[in-house]
């Protein structure tokens, strides 16, 4: 019998800019999800997205001149079938956070201010098209 491999993507949970009860709620579906939970400050816009998940080739700059102040979450490590079952367990939490992103091959290397620009572009565009 040969033995299987498990992937070794870690499932982390980047928190940005989030109130100490919608961190508990996200931490709450870390945990039943087997995810970390990290966090960013609101003073790291400048950081690469990549920096946050320790992708390689990734480190912290240190830049603090680019503040953000969305609320959003940054996810990598689900597959499809895992990302919308946390999706759904944190509706079923109640923690309503409108911005979320998955992290991808090409907004790893965003910096943060830019992939909340992008998500907050979106979220825009989705409202207007549903009024």
């Not at 087997?34 to 400050?41: D, G, L, N, V, W």
């Not at 911005?99 to 992008?118: F, Y």
């Amino acid at each position: 019998m040969k033995a299987r491999i498990k992937d070794t993507v870690k499932r982390q949970v980047l928190c940005v800019n989030l109130d100490e009860e919608k961190k508990r709620l996200v931490e709450a579906a870390c945990s039943a999800d087997r995810a970390e939970m990290i966090s960013a400050s609101a003073e790291q816009g400048a950081e690469k997205v990549g920096a946050f998940f320790g992708l390689n080739g990734y480190s912290f700059s240190g830049r603090r001149d680019i503040t953000v102040s969305a609320e959003v979450l940054v996810i990598s490590g689900f597959d499809d079938t895992e990302l919308r079952q946390f999706v759904s367990r944190l509706r079923q939490l109640g923690a309503r956070i409108p911005l979320k992103a998955a992290v991808t091959e090409h907004n790893k290397d965003w910096t943060l201010s830019q992939l909340i620009g992008h998500l907050t572009e979106e979220h825009e565009y989705m409202n207007r098209k549903q009024n």
